[in-house]
């Protein structure tokens, strides 16, 4: 009998809360309720935000500029797939790419979504389209022309995609429980736990000409997890007390996402700058994880700029009877080695700022 009162008071408070769900509406604001809240919107930079910015003040201060990036499909290949939740980690892994080379000064061109672009064209190619629609019918020249080269086209493009995601590396925890041997005796207990997980990337910078990998890089990024809570039951004057608070975190999965592909782009970028990676990094990152041809070729093209080059030699006048009995010029012979391949031209990067970063050939 003494638990009605409890009862009661249970039933009373449950009717009030239900009350708080009206179906009416505030006349002024036209809303059933005000929503809880209000923290304005923040940046959302990580940890190598501020080094992609670094590589760009450093490469404006060498008066070096990179080459037009586009970026394609950083795909989520872990298959890690929720019935209820959906996918663990973000679709839109491609959108970080493109955040962070803007952060580090890159030129990117639009790859992912062409609808409008593509819209607009198939309209101006009509003679449809018109910057100016208001003087439609007043000219028959009143509409977009379109150019034979004026989309900008890209010299790298970045693909890769998101390939692991480990849970319990590691796990740790103590569970400690204690009270009296009676039944209605005062019981607590004690959770503390930890746990360890990871999601790492694999990006690829490819040379949009010739399709070759000019750059790889592989990063994983681990995640912490904690969870402590604390619960007291009691048997208090025939009623019974169960009371317990915790508190639980765990470190963002996407953000993650975003930090490793953020520090995957940086080394790219350092490379397209001739940057040494070192230059923005804390001491204790400065290990590369990926393999970079094109880091060498930017180093063996610098090297040779810096060369003296050599004064051509006069060369001696033959005798004009020698002259006479010179046989006729052969034919030119075939090119013999590798194909020619694309290597930085540091002579040029001062001298165009805007193409910065420029296309030769050589013999190897």
């Not at 179906?23 to 309720?33: C, K, N, Q, S, V």
């Not at 101006?124 to 034979?148: C, K, M, V």
């Not at 009371?243 to 996407?254: C, D, H, K, R, V």
């Not at 400065?286 to 040779?304: D, F, K, P, W, Y």
Request: one cysteine or more; hydrophobic letters at 40%; a neutral charge.
């Amino acid at each position: 009998m003494r638990l009605r009162p409890v009862l009661q008071a249970s039933l009373i408070a449950a009717v009030g809360l239900a009350g708080c769900a009206s179906t009416h509406f505030d006349p002024e604001t036209g809303l059933y309720a005000k929503p809880i809240g209000g923290a304005p919107a923040t940046g959302n930079d990580t940890a190598y935000s501020a080094p992609l910015r670094c590589l760009a003040a450093a490469a404006q201060t060498a008066g070096r500029a990179a080459p037009r990036l586009a970026v394609g499909d950083i795909a989520d290949l872990t298959g890690r797939n929720d019935l209820e939740t959906g996918r663990k980690i973000s679709q839109g892994a491609s959108l970080f790419a493109v955040t962070a080379l803007t952060k580090a000064g890159v030129p990117t061109v639009e790859r992912q979504d062409r609808g409008v672009s593509e819209v607009e064209r198939q309209y101006a190619q009509a003679h449809l389209l018109s910057d100016t629609p208001q003087a439609a019918g007043q000219s028959p020249e009143n509409f977009r022309a379109i150019y034979a080269g004026q989309i900008a086209g890209s010299r790298y493009y970045v693909v890769g995609g998101v390939t692991e995601l480990n849970y319990n590396l590691r796990s740790s925890g103590a569970d400690v429980a204690a009270g009296g041997l009676e039944a209605s005796g005062v019981k607590g207990s004690l959770t503390n736990s930890g746990y360890v997980m990871n999601i790492a990337i694999d990006l690829r910078l490819v040379d949009t000409q010739s399709q070759e990998v000019v750059a790889t890089a592989s990063y994983q990024k681990q995640l912490v997890g904690r969870e402590i809570r604390v619960g007291v039951f009691d048997f208090l004057n025939g009623n019974i007390f169960d009371l317990s608070a915790g508190t639980a975190g765990m470190e963002p999965i996407q953000f993650a996402v975003r930090t490793a592909i953020e520090r995957g782009l940086y080394d790219f970028v350092a490379d397209l700058y001739a940057v040494p990676r070192d230059r923005c990094l804390p001491d204790a990152e400065i290990a590369s994880h990926g393999e970079s041809l094109l880091a060498r070729r930017t180093a063996a093209a610098l090297v040779q700029a810096a060369q003296p080059v050599p004064t051509p030699q006069p060369t001696p006048q033959a005798p004009p009877a020698a002259q006479a009995v010179q046989a006729p010029p052969s034919p030119p012979r075939p090119p013999v080695g590798p194909p020619a391949r694309w290597v930085l031209d540091p002579s040029n990067w001062r001298a165009a700022p805007a193409s910065a970063v420029r296309g030769t050939t050589t013999g190897g």
